[in-house]
């Protein structure tokens, strides 16, 4: 949500905004009333459990009941909707798609008797019948197949771009017929500003085609590459090691990962949760299917041989601070003017790889002084056809 | 917020989709967890076929509105394979009766492209056109998914169960089984037959070429006592003489004597000699449009030629003169310049007639080429049907005496003249079970399909030439439920085995003793199999008799009279086994430039007499035939290719064309490719559209295609070439010439060497992910191809010479068409090419107009997932074949030859990482690599060591309509003719 | 110095002023006539399979045309530069002749600047279209971008076409528009419609009339005439280069920007002609639009086909002269003979040779005829147009490559849309829109008038 922020003074524009969000409020209040009855298609489709029997769950695993709680409610730790926030607890969602086809037994086990140290330390205090358990069990069953409650609308761009118009027509109308306000300057100072963000809304959205810098999705896995690169400073190499020599940096196979967690099972973060989907997709021989942060697109062609390999670039140069971040983001916008700006600047290692030997030319310049270092431009590195093809 | 979405379900209805995939992955997982031995018997190679498609799809998916894509690392890593690094196998093709030993590009489990290999001696690094297209049969939509019986889907189990115990009551009761096959020339399999035959009693194995070799077989039978095709080694000719065999487009071996042809004629390095190539044809062959001297003559005067031509040999040696029917044509000069080049010379006959191929190996015998030019040590194999076998099991099968047929890859009821008839007695039959991998007529009447897997999934083994093996491996695991025959034979007479140990065991027993470097099996094996070819010196025992030439002289009738219909294989399609591959069907014929349909080649001067035109309909004995006027068609004949008209092929192939097969007659036992005294008429007012990719034949007096005599050529090297020498010398310019800093990639083309067989252009094709357009776009003259190969005639309307150029991007370093692009779509790069970013290109079409060369192609639609263009891209499967390294290009886009750039930058980045300067040789553009004439050579001018710039030096060197100044990469070197005159 | 002594009277019937005004706005307070209803259900109708034949070429792609790898321009360059042709017409005509002070220009200007309007408009959907990827046209202007910046190429006759053409629709469509505020501001204070006058009143900008509003007014005329004046020049000079800064046979002559010039300024004159013969029988303007008034366009066209022919004939000798083998080709064996020669030589008599019947009075004053003739010349610029894209294509460097062209259903309905179009556009300007510059008749009325004759340029010279 992008809020248009304004200038105190301008009272009137700020009435209006109000006056925008409580239309839009109306506009919006369709939208749950029409969630909540397909809702009920959904339940009405599912036999058992009893509707009861669900909510009894559900108010288990909020924290409603039992009445005389003195530990954690679930929800507290596992949480229902996407937080916005690393949170290393396994969310309810997770839980409820890891336990949804095993049977209750295992699923009682692993809440009342837990094996790992930190989970033993919240759940110790535990107390709950084991038919009432049974009942939260439910509810994450049918959680695991509806899917996290939906999260709040968010205004969207295209509601705001409208109003704008809206605002611009009465202006306009006011100028030419009403004149209903009294200074002029007012108006047009409307106009302008409404238009003014029109056109920066479109020229962001534009140059945002496309592009998702800072896009950090959900991953099947907490992985934190602030742990694995950062505290415990595994080299990226070690993982992602094909970078070197070929096009694809490489997401490790779970041969790789196995490594170290044939050994480690316990994190620090998660416990146990995360790192048992590694060791289950080991079991199961069926891969991890990772969500790419990093999209170019299909005419792109980089290579991490080109840049890692060749030109000994840092990996921090595009992939931004790695070893702080919990959940991997896009840090640079991948833009062409991004690449080719680098290139501009970049000096290109030329003397010490004997593949420039070939580039007699520069050789010559280099010794004659007309040129003073060889930038990766200066060798075509901004040619269509390195990247286009 | 932004919301990322994978798919037009998740969008409607998340929550459904949601319940779905949960459900799914509840199962499988406790599936899984449990044990359960299906899922758990997943191999590598059925991991890596997973793998493939899902990033198949993933980057298909990847088009227009966003995805969230999804990585899906290995559970374990192969060793070999490194994502975004391609591997090549090496493995041999063998179909249709053409092998090739190649090497396949194999990226992220994919075969996406195939290459000649190097070290075979038998394609030497060649390939044809349709060796190239053979990997898209791979990803054929038409293909079988699993056995069935009658229509219905049956396990391997059941199918092995059932036929088992038919085979058992057969083998009780003695009924007679066939096994009817294409030539085998895999010793393995043979072995795996024997084996077979020798357990299921009362077997036969009959081997059928829809084209067959059996006249040559025979009377190699008589001349040499083996039914053997000799070993013709062109390179050692100074004369070459075709008696209607098109050995450079159909004819056997053709890359092998494209090689040796071409290496025999190239005058690169200050060569000054080239042997002579004299053509006796009916229709205006590939090896004819490349012969010095053509003589259009009609196939029944064929025999009496060759009579005259023996007794004008026979009588200057003093032999004896054999006494017959009397030649229509003079060939004293032809008789004079075959006595001066004893022991160089080859004659050869593609007849199927017994008594003309005994005269030609009589003729060959009086010149003493047997030995030297014409070996007989490692005689080819890839022909061995003979024709009275398969007649012989029609009648077999109309009386009764036949049970059971087993058809491998060989279609008769579409191919054999009585096809209808073999039709409908295999429906007849008590058994009969089809291991063909694809829909075709004859697998219709039969009851069980039991698919074989793709050559490209299979192991197997060749011996192509006696004593020349190659292995092949599979390169995929088989996409479908599909099994080796030889896996099934073997199994029904009770051996259970993998084939792959089969033909180790094999190899083991037999290959590996014939050689003594290598003492270690596991080691040999290794070695074999990497690079992919074994072979072995031999020693020929046989001698020629000249048994039964007076015989054959008297059979010899004399030309026929009326209108003659010559039946040949077209360069494309050939015997109609790949009728189903779009790149094949999309391929225009070299000489006729058409592509998607056969024809009926008419003469020019027949044409202006009945008042025929392109695209008129004439019925020749009954059968619309459109009309294409050819030159150089002889007299009072009409050529029509076969392998066209398939009823049962799939999508593509399904009624393109007409079948000829019907027509194909029969003497003396042996098939013949000709009938006499058709009766044609036009058919009025009636026309049929052709796709003509090239309208215009003549060069207009312009210097296109230089050429010139080798006489003239020895005199003057510059000879045909004058044009150059004056645009160099008057060439001004008011513009920079650009300037190179590291490289400047160039190519040169010795139209000396191109044959104009159409390799390159598939080759190209297959590596840039060019798509097929279908017939109507062609004939609206907007191919796609990259590299077209324009053909040009000249002099003498009914007998022309004819010139093939092949034309691709020139990369101008003074290219008109960057200049004309408001959008700077297509500017020139550092290293001398001409780029073109297809995400940025709007499509205006200036620079279409403004290439003098019209090598720009256009997306008029929507070639990629278009119902409207249901070929090679509108399916999952079918994509799989696409580059991943080459961007697929959307609608409205401008598109044309890059240099194969993404061949140029991955070479370039190996040399980087190792440290050195790119090799000689090391890059090599799609076309070049498996140019069968070697006629392409790619390379930086900017090296003065490189071949490239030695032959940009050559005096026959000149760039096309180099007085526009446009300063191409491209250098084309003159065509030299050895015409005696 | 200009002399009306000699032109005669610029309008008939010796109106006064009120008369004019009540004269030229009759049809916009008149009751529509049934024709105009025809006429304009005709244009729709040629509209909609434009607009149907445009969303097909969208959808489906430019496969639809019967373009070809070797002639990838067709029809809708060809009927690009001949709305971009037509289009010159009224503002050059507008324009040279206000510089030139003629003031008998007044009564055809107006109808002559509506129909350039219009006629740009229709001329601009064509390269807009034309391209593969529509939607990604605004690539073509040079803006500041985040791909590196990437620019346009400053060297393509393409980029510089965009630039022209939009100018010279943005100002001719000024020029046009302010020179009407006078004449909305007559409607405005004589109608009686409430609606028209607050329409026609928004449109008028508040004009009062008052003399420094005149002054105003005249000044920006002269100005807005001075870039536009260099814009007719440039704007085909332009288009022309998209052909002469190629390399076809055909193309790449020098003799193009003036010839195309003057090629446009000769079609837009025939559709002025064309036009102004219309408004004369349907709308009775005879008095303001008098046999002079087509005379005198008549004079310049025959003045204006001698150019062409000579043109035509240069091209000619100089393909012969060059000794360019592909030029005599072209031209020789392609042109003047050839598969072409029938489009060759109508274009050579409707364009060189048809009006120079134009020499005879009676001619010109038989308005059947003229009307004839200007369709003629209409339609052999047309064909000069579709000799120079397609001839030099379909058969140029490389014989292998010769291909023919034919139009699809398609491309004819591209271009019969913009002639509905066009025509529904003229309609409603002679319905909405006073079709004759009613400020400037009245100033020319009384011209030749004793008490005006102060007023006549050089009646205080010495003489």
């Not at chain 2, 053409?98 to 492209?113: H, N, W």
Request: with cysteine.
């Amino acid at each position: 949500m992008r809020n248009v922020i304004l200038p105190g003074r301008y009272t009137l524009l700020l009435k209006l905004y109000i006056a925008r969000v409580l239309v839009f409020i109306l506009l919006i209040s369709g939208i749950p009333l029409m969630a909540i009855s397909s809702n009920e298609d959904v339940k009405a489709v599912k036999e058992n459990p009893s509707h009861n029997d669900l909510q009894r769950g559900e108010r288990f695993f909020k924290g409603l009941l039992p009445k005389d709680r003195t530990f954690e409610s679930c929800v507290s730790c596992h949480i229902l909707s996407k937080p916005d926030t690393m949170n290393w607890n396994p969310s309810a969602m997770d839980i409820a798609l890891k336990y949804v086809g095993k049977d209750f037994a295992d699923f009682q086990t692993a809440v009342m008797q837990p094996s790992g140290k930190k989970i033993e330390a919240s759940h110790k205090d535990f107390k709950i019948e084991d038919e009432d358990l049974k009942k939260v069990k439910m509810y994450l069953d049918e959680l695991a197949s509806t899917g996290p409650p939906a999260a709040g609308p968010t205004i969207n761009q295209l509601a705001n771009f409208v109003l704008l118009i809206v605002l611009m027509i009465l202006a306009l109308l006011d100028l030419i017929f009403f004149h209903k306000i009294k200074y002029r300057l007012i108006t047009v100072l409307i106009l302008m500003g409404s238009l003014g963000f029109q056109v920066k809304m479109i020229t962001e959205a534009a140059i945002g085609l496309g592009r998702s810098k800072d896009y950090a999705p959900d991953q099947p896995i907490k992985f934190s590459h602030k742990v694995h690169a950062g505290d415990n400073r595994i080299d990226c190499k070690y993982c992602h090691h094909t970078a070197e020599f070929s096009k694809s940096a490489g997401i490790p196979a779970m041969e790789l990962c196995m490594n170290c967690h044939a050994l480690v099972r316990e994190g620090s973060r998660s416990g146990k949760f995360e790192i048992a989907k590694v060791l289950e997709a080991n079991e199961t021989k069926k891969p991890v299917v990772w969500v790419r942060v990093h999209n170019l697109p299909d005419y792109v062609f980089f290579s991490h041989a080109q840049h890692v390999g060749i030109a000994k670039v840092d990996c921090n140069k595009c992939h931004g601070p790695v070893k702080e971040m919990d959940i991997m983001r896009q840090h640079s916008d991948l833009s062409m003017g991004w690449c080719i700006n680098c290139h501009r600047e970049t000096k290109v290692n030329f003397k010490d790889n004997a593949y420039y030997d070939s580039y007699l030319k520069l050789h010559d310049q280099l010794k004659s002084g007309k040129l003073d270092t060889v930038r990766a431009v200066n060798i075509g590195a901004n040619d269509c056809a390195r990247c286009h093809y | 917020m932004k919301t990322y979405w994978r798919s037009i379900e998740e969008l409607n209805n998340p929550k459904e989709l949601r319940r779905e995939e949960v459900r799914e992955e509840a199962k499988q997982k406790s599936m899984l967890l449990k044990g359960d031995q299906e899922l758990n018997a997943s191999s590598r190679r059925d991991f890596l076929k997973t793998f493939g498609f899902s990033i198949a799809a993933a980057s298909i998916i990847a088009s227009c509105k966003r995805p969230v894509d999804k990585a899906i690392p290995y559970l374990m890593k192969p060793d070999e394979v490194t994502p975004g690094i391609a591997d090549y196998y090496s493995t041999s093709y063998f179909e249709g009766n053409e092998y090739g030993s190649i090497l396949v590009k194999v990226r992220d489990g994919r075969p996406i492209k195939i290459e000649g290999n190097t070290i075979s001696s038998v394609s030497q690094g060649g390939t044809s056109a349709r060796i190239q297209a053979s990997v898209l049969n791979l990803y054929d939509d038409a293909r079988y998914t699993g056995p069935s019986k009658k229509g219905n889907k049956i396990t391997w189990e059941d199918a092995d169960k059932e036929i088992k115990l038919l085979l058992d009551s057969m083998h009780s009761n003695r009924d007679k089984v066939v096994l009817l096959t294409s030539t085998i020339i895999s010793p393995s399999t043979h072995e795996a037959i024997r084996e077979f035959v020798e357990k299921q009693a009362n077997t036969e194995w009959i081997q059928y070429d829809p084209v067959s070799a059996s006249g040559l077989l025979q009377a190699n039978q008589v001349s040499f006592g083996a039914k053997i095709i000799p070993d013709y080694r062109f390179e050692k000719a100074k004369v070459v003489v075709s008696f209607g065999a098109d050995f450079l487009g159909t004819w056997l071996s053709t890359v092998e004597y494209t090689k040796s042809y071409t290496a025999g004629r190239q005058l690169q390095d200050g060569r000054k000699e080239m042997l002579r190539h004299y053509q006796f044809e009916s229709g205006m062959s590939l090896s004819g449009s490349n012969a010095d001297v053509r003589f259009p003559i009609k196939p029944s005067e064929e025999g009496a030629i060759l009579l005259a031509l023996y007794n004008a040999i026979a009588k200057a040696k003093g032999g004896m003169v054999l006494p017959g029917v009397q030649s229509s044509i003079d060939i004293s000069d032809l008789a004079k310049d075959l006595l001066e080049n004893e022991k160089q010379s080859i004659v050869i006959s593609g007849s199927n007639d017994v008594n003309i191929q005994l005269l030609v190996n009589g003729i060959n015998q009086l010149l003493g080429n047997y030995g030297q030019t014409i070996r007989l040590e490692n005689p080819l194999l890839i022909k061995q049907g003979i024709d009275q076998d398969i007649d012989r099991l029609l009648s077999e099968m109309k009386s009764g005496k036949v049970k059971a047929l087993f058809v491998w890859n060989a279609n008769p009821v579409y191919d054999h003249p009585k096809g209808n008839k073999f039709g409908a007695e295999i429906r007849k039959l008590g058994l009969s079970v089809s291991f063909s991998e694809y829909p075709d007529e004859t697998t219709a009447a039969c009851q069980y399909i039991l698919p074989e897997s793709n050559y490209l999934e299979s192991w197997n083994d060749f011996e192509p030439k006696a004593g020349i093996f190659s292995l092949a491996q599979p390169v995929i695991a088989p996409i479908f439920d599909s099994r080796q025959p030889q896996v099934s034979l073997l199994k029904w007479v009770g051996k259970e085995i993998n084939y792959r140990d089969y033909l180790q065991n094999y190899w083991k027993e037999n290959q590996f003793h014939q050689q003594k470097e290598i003492s270690d099996f596991k080691q040999f094996w290794n070695m074999k199999l990497q690079g992919g070819v074994f072979e072995t010196q031999l020693e020929s025992k046989l001698n020629y008799s000249p048994d039964g030439i007076k015989q054959a002289a008297s059979r010899i009738k004399s030309a026929g009279s009326g209108i003659e219909m010559a039946l040949y294989e077209s360069i494309a399609i050939g015997n109609g086994k790949y009728a189903n591959n779009p790149w094949l069907q999309e391929l225009p014929d070299p000489v006729a430039k058409i592509s998607w349909d056969n024809f009926a080649a008419v003469p020019v001067a027949y044409a202006e007499a009945n008042g025929l035109k392109n695209e008129d309909v004439i019925r020749v004995n009954g059968m619309e035939l459109p009309v294409f006027v050819q030159p150089g068609q002889a007299k009072d004949t009409i050529s029509v290719a076969l392998g066209y008209g398939r009823e049962i092929a799939g999508k593509v192939g399904d009624h393109t064309g007409k079948n000829l097969y019907p027509f194909v007659g029969e003497e003396d036992g042996n098939r013949k490719y000709f009938i006499s005294a058709a009766k044609v008429d036009k058919v009025p007012d009636k026309t049929y559209n052709l796709a003509i990719s090239q309208t215009h034949y003549s060069m207009e007096g312009r210097s296109i295609v230089s050429e010139t005599t080798l006489n003239e050529y020895i005199k003057n090297p510059v000879s045909g070439n004058e044009r150059e020498v004056e645009d160099l010398a008057k060439a001004v310019t008011l513009y920079k010439e650009p300037v190179y800093n590291g490289h400047h990639w160039g190519m040169a083309i010795d139209l000396n060497s191109c044959t104009g067989c159409g390799n390159c252009a598939i080759a190209c094709q297959a590596e840039n992910n060019i798509q097929v357009i279908g017939k109507e776009q062609v004939r609206n003259r907007r191919i796609m191809h990259w590299l077209r190969i324009d053909r040009y005639y000249s002099e003498n309307p009914e007998n022309p010479k004819v010139s093939f150029q092949p034309v691709m991007c020139q990369h101008c370093g003074n290219a008109p068409c960057e200049n004309v692009c408001p959008v700077e779509a297509t500017p020139h790069s550092e290293e001398g090419l001409n780029q073109i970013a297809y995400n940025r290109c709007v499509g205006t079409k200036y620079c279409m107009n403004n290439c003098p060369y019209r090598v720009r192609r256009f997306n008029w639609f929507q070639y990629v997932k278009n119902e409207k263009f249901d070929f090679a891209s509108n399916s999952d499967l079918g994509r799989m074949v696409l580059n991943p390294d080459v961007t697929v290009r959307s609608r409205g886009v401008v598109e044309k030859c890059s240099m194969c750039v993404q061949r140029i930058q991955e070479k370039k980045q190996l040399a980087k990482l190792e440290g050195r300067p790119i090799a000689e040789g090391e890059i090599k553009t799609a076309c070049a690599q498996s140019c069968p004439g070697n006629a392409i050579v790619f390379g930086d001018l900017l090296n003065p060591e490189s071949r490239i710039s030695k032959l940009f030096k050559d005096k026959r060197n000149y760039h096309l309509l180099e007085e526009l100044h446009t300063l191409p990469s491209v250098g084309y070197l003159t065509k030299v003719r050895n015409t005696n005159a | 110095m200009y002399k009306t002594d000699i032109r005669g009277k610029l309008i008939d019937g010796d109106k006064s002023l009120t008369q004019i005004s009540q004269d030229i706005l009759a049809p916009i307070d008149a009751k529509t006539p049934t024709w105009w209803y025809i006429a304009m259900a005709v244009s729709l109708m040629m509209f909609a399979w434009g607009a149907r034949s445009i969303y097909v070429t969208l959808t489906v792609g430019i496969g639809s045309w019967g373009q070809n790898n070797t002639v990838a321009w067709g029809w809708e360059i060809i009927n690009f530069v001949w709305w971009i042709g037509i289009g010159h017409a009224g503002t050059a005509f507008s324009i040279f002749l206000l510089i030139l002070r003629q003031k008998w220009r007044s009564s055809i200007n107006r109808a002559a600047e509506a129909m350039t309007v219009a006629a740009v408009i229709c001329a601009a959907l064509f390269p807009l279209i034309h391209m593969g990827r529509s939607w990604l046209f605004f690539w073509v202007f040079p803006y500041p971008n985040t791909r590196g910046p990437l620019w346009v190429n400053f060297n393509s006759p393409l980029f510089w076409d965009f630039v022209a053409v939009s100018t010279y629709l943005l100002i001719s469509a000024s020029f046009w528009y302010f020179g009407m505020v006078p004449d909305f501001a007559t409607i405005r204070d004589t109608t009686k419609s409430k609606i028209k006058r607050a329409v026609y009143g928004f449109f008028a900008f508040g004009w009062t009339g008052s003399s420094k509003e005149w002054l105003r007014y005249e000044g920006l005329a002269f100005v807005l005439g001075g870039i536009a004046a260099v814009l007719v020049v440039s704007v085909h000079s332009i288009v022309s280069t998209d052909f002469a800064a190629g390399i076809e046979p055909g193309w790449h002559s020098t003799i193009f920007p003036p010839f195309f010039v003057v090629g446009a300024i000769f079609s837009g004159f025939a559709m002025v002609l064309t036009l102004v013969t219309l408004m004369k029988k349907l709308y009775k303007m005879d008095d303001f639009i008098t046999a002079n008034h087509v005379d005198a366009v008549c004079r310049i066209l025959v003045f204006i086909s001698l150019i062409m022919g000579t043109a035509y004939i240069t091209e000619i000798f100089i393909a012969w002269y060059s000794g360019s083998e592909y030029e005599v080709f072209t031209f020789f064996r392609n042109r003047i003979t050839g598969e072409y020669a029938y489009q060759f030589w109508f274009m050579f008599i409707f364009n060189a040779l048809l009006p120079q019947l134009f020499w005879s009075k009676k001619v010109r004053h038989n308005i059947w005829i003229v009307f004839a003739i200007s369709i003629c010349i209409n339609i052999g610029m047309w064909l000069e147009r579709y000799i120079i894209i397609v001839t030099s294509l379909t058969k140029d460097f490389l014989p292998a490559n010769w291909a023919e062209y034919h139009p699809t259903m398609v491309e004819i309905g591209f271009y019969v849309g913009t002639i509905g179009m066009f025509s529904a556009a003229v309609l409603l300007f002679f319905k909405y829109i006073p079709q004759i510059a009613i400020h400037e008749v009245k100033m020319i009325s009384k011209y030749n008038t004793q008490q005006f004759d102060h007023l006549k340029p050089g009646h205080h010279d010495y003489e």
